[in-house]
C-alpha cells in the first residue's frame, strides 16, 4: 500500500524527546520549545514566533489578538481547511467567503475589496499547498481600509513570497505541525505575530490570562491573572520531536521538493494533451513541495481516477469541500460575488502521495499507474 501521508520522521526525534525528559520539563516553554521558536525567528525573519497546540490554536489565538467581536465580518476563501473558519466563528465573526483563483486555488485579491463592508475587520488568506497569496495587493488592500490580516500558512512553512516566508507578511501567521504537514510534532503549531504591539498580550493569553512570561523575565514582582486567556504552551516533548526536524529542515525541503519535480516533469506531457492541468507556481513565490495535486476534465474522471489508483493500492485523495456550501458554512457566512472557481476546481482537484523520503519504488509506481490511467483512453 502506498499511503497518501507518512508522518516526517528523520532519526533524531526520540534522542531529543528522551533529552527532554531527562531535563524533567515536558511541560510548556522548555528548552525545545525555545529553540524551536528562536529557530523560526531566526531562519523566517520573525518579530516574535510561539508554538502553539495546533495550526488551529494558532488560529484561535490569532482571532482573539485581532479583537474580534460579534458581528465583525472576516473575508477568507471558502477553498480551505474547516480550522480557518473556525477560530474566527468562535471569536464571534460572521464569514464572507471570496472565489479563489483557478492557477494557485488562492483567495482572488481582485475580488476582496467588493466584499469589504464597515464590518470588515479581517482578511485572512490561506497559502495553499504552500503556495503564496499574492500578499503585496492584500496588504495594500488592508492598509486602505484599516484591517487586520492574518495569514493562513499552515501549509506554508519554509516558502516564500518575494523573498519573505509566508506568515510574516500579516499582523499575525500561523503554522501547523500537525503529522500531514511538511515538519511535524504529532499535534502543533505556532503563531507568528509581526506586530510588536501584540506580543505581550499574546503572552498573556497563552499563559491562561497571566503574566507569568513577564514574572519569569523578573520583569514583574509576582504574577497574576491580568487577562483572559487559554492554555496554547506545546509539550517539550513534542518540540524535542519537532527540533529534531528543523535542525534538518533544508534536507526535508529538497528531498520533497524532489518528489515534487519528478510528479511535474513526468505529468508535462498530460498537460500538453490537455488531459490533466498542474499547479502553477507564480513568480516570486518559492514553495515548500507541501503538496502535489492535478486537476483532472471533470469529477468523474477524478473519482475514476482515484478509485483506479486504490484498486493498484495506491491513496489518492480530494480536498476541500467548499466551506460555504457546508452546513456550518451555510449558517455561519456568506458567498460574497459569484462562485466561478471554488467549486468547480475544487470537484476536479486530486492530491497524490507526497511525504518525506518517499521510496523512489513508490514514486515510480504512482507516476507509472497515474499515466497508465490518463493514457488509457481518452480522458
Ligand atoms: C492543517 C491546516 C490547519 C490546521 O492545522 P492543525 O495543526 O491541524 O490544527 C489550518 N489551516 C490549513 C489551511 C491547514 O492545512
Redo the contacts with the bound molecule.
Keep these: 500500500m502506498i499511503h497518501f501521508n507518512v508522518p516526517p520522521f528523520v532519526g533524531t526525534e526520540f534522542k531529543y524527546m528522551q533529552e527532554a525528559v531527562n531535563n524533567h520539563k515536558i511541560c510548556g516553554d522548555g528548552p525545545f520549545t525555545k529553540k524551536c521558536n528562536e529557530w523560526l525567528e531566526k531562519r523566517f525573519n520573525a518579530k516574535k514566533v510561539m508554538l502553539t497546540t495546533?495550526?488551529?490554536?494558532a488560529?484561535d489565538m490569532a482571532a482573539l489578538l485581532c479583537g474580534i467581536k460579534p458581528g465583525d465580518e472576516v473575508i477568507l476563501p471558502s477553498f480551505?481547511?474547516s480550522?480557518?473558519a473556525n477560530s474566527f466563528v468562535l471569536a464571534g465573526a460572521t464569514l464572507v467567503f471570496v472565489d479563489v483563483r483557478p492557477d494557485t486555488m488562492n483567495i482572488d485579491e481582485t475580488k476582496i475589496e467588493a466584499a469589504i463592508t464597515d464590518k470588515t475587520k479581517v482578511i485572512c488568506p490561506?497559502h495553499y499547498a504552500g503556495v503564496a497569496c499574492e500578499m503585496d495587493t492584500i496588504m495594500d488592500i488592508a492598509k486602505r481600509h484599516h484591517l487586520m490580516v492574518v495569514e493562513?500558512a499552515?501549509?506554508g512553512v519554509m516558502s516564500t513570497y518575494k523573498g519573505k516566508a509566508l506568515g510574516t507578511i500579516g499582523d499575525f501567521g500561523c503554522y501547523?505541525?500537525?503529522e500531514?504537514?511538511n515538519y511535524s510534532m504529532g499535534?502543533?503549531?505556532a503563531i507568528v505575530i509581526n506586530n510588536a504591539a501584540y506580543i505581550e498580550k499574546a503572552e498573556i493569553l497563552r499563559e491562561k490570562g497571566t503574566n507569568r512570561s513577564q514574572f519569569f523575565r523578573g520583569q514583574v514582582a509576582k504574577y497574576n491573572w491580568v487577562d483572559f486567556g487559554d492554555s496554547y504552551l506545546q509539550s517539550d516533548l513534542n518540540a524535542a520531536y519537532l527540533w529534531a526536524q528543523l535542525e534538518v529542515a533544508d534536507q526535508i525541503n529538497e528531498n520533497r521538493l524532489e518528489t515534487w519535480n519528478k510528479y511535474y516533469t513526468a505529468f508535462k506531457p498530460l498537460e500538453e494533451k490537455g488531459i490533466v492541468q498542474l499547479p502553477i507556481i507564480p513568480e516570486g513565490c518559492v514553495h515548500n513541495a507541501h503538496m502535489f495535486y492535478l486537476k483532472t476534465k471533470n469529477l468523474e474522471i477524478r473519482q475514476a481516477y482515484i478509485k483506479f489508483m486504490k484498486e493498484n493500492d495506491i491513496l489518492c485523495v480530494f480536498h476541500y469541500v467548499p466551506l460555504h456550501s457546508a452546513p456550518a458554512g451555510l449558517k455561519f457566512g456568506r458567498f460574497d460575488g459569484v462562485d466561478e472557481n471554488t467549486t468547480a476546481d475544487s470537484d476536479r482537484l486530486v492530491r497524490l502521495p507526497m511525504y518525506y523520503n518517499i521510496k523512489s519504488d513508490d514514486l515510480n509506481k504512482v507516476i507509472e499507474k497515474t499515466l497508465e490511467f490518463f493514457n488509457s483512453e481518452t480522458k
Design positions: 495546533s495550526g488551529s490554536t488560529l480551505t481547511f480550522s480557518t490561506v493562513d499552515a501549509q501547523s505541525f500537525h500531514t504537514k499535534e502543533g503549531g
